[in-house]
Nanobody
C-alpha cells in the first residue's frame, strides 16, 4: 500500500514559479513509477510529467521546457518544479504512483493569475 500527500500549491502570478512535493509512504517507492497529473475546471485529468524508477522522464508538450519532475528515493518524495507559469496551468495537481497509476494523492490547487 502506498499513500501520497501533496503540498506546495498556491496562488502565483503568470511568469512565476512553484515547486510541488509529494511524499509517499510504503517500502516500494523506489521501484515504482511516479507522475504528476492535473485537472482544470471542466476538463479531463491529464498527465503532466512522469518519472520511472530509473529516472527516465516524460512531459506533456504543454509543459516541456518549463516543468521538471524529479524524485528522491531516500526521502520518498517526488517533485514538480514549475517555472514560467501560465494562466492555463491553473488546475488541481495530483501525484500518482505505481503501475497503471494505482495510487493517488488528494491533490493540491495551483492558481496562476494574469
Amino acid at each position: 500500500q502506498v499513500q501520497l500527500v501533496e503540498s506546495g500549491g498556491g496562488l502565483v502570478q503568470a511568469g512565476g514559479s512553484l515547486r510541488l512535493s509529494c511524499v509517499a509512504s510504503g517500502a516500494i517507492f523506489g521501484v515504482i513509477p511516479m507522475a504528476w497529473f492535473r485537472q482544470a475546471p471542466g476538463k479531463q485529468r491529464e498527465s503532466v510529467a512522469t518519472i520511472t524508477s530509473g529516472m527516465s522522464t516524460n512531459y506533456a508538450d504543454s509543459v516541456k521546457g518549463r516543468f521538471t519532475i524529479s524524485r528522491d528515493n531516500v526521502k520518498k518524495t517526488v517533485y514538480l518544479q514549475m517555472n514560467s507559469l501560465k494562466v492555463e496551468d491553473t488546475a488541481v495537481y495530483y501525484c500518482a504512483a505505481g503501475y497503471s497509476w494505482r495510487y493517488w494523492g488528494q491533490g493540491t490547487q495551483v492558481t496562476v493569475s494574469s
